[in-house]
């Protein structure tokens, strides 16, 4: 990920993501540049939402948490 730039899941905000594993269908690098990852939160493949900084991010919060 480049520095300065979050990426969260779109449906529950988790930063506990990462592109789609072998097991789940993913392809090595692939899944990656695709824009496809895995929550482990929320167990869901997703796009990912970008932040550009921690601000932007907990706005993104309040707002799906409301």
Avoid: T
């Avoid at 493949?45 to 921690?54: C, R, T």
Wanted: proline fraction near 8%.
């Amino acid at each position: 990920m480049p520095s300065g730039k979050l990426k969260a899941c779109s449906l529950c905000g988790s930063l506990e993501i990462q592109p789609i594993p072998l097991s789940e269908g993913g392809v090595p690098g692939a899944s990656e540049v695709a824009g496809a990852y895995w929550c482990r939160k929320c167990k869901r493949k997703v796009v990912p939402a970008v932040f550009k900084n921690i601000k932007e991010y907990e706005r993104f919060l309040k707002g799906i948490h409301r």
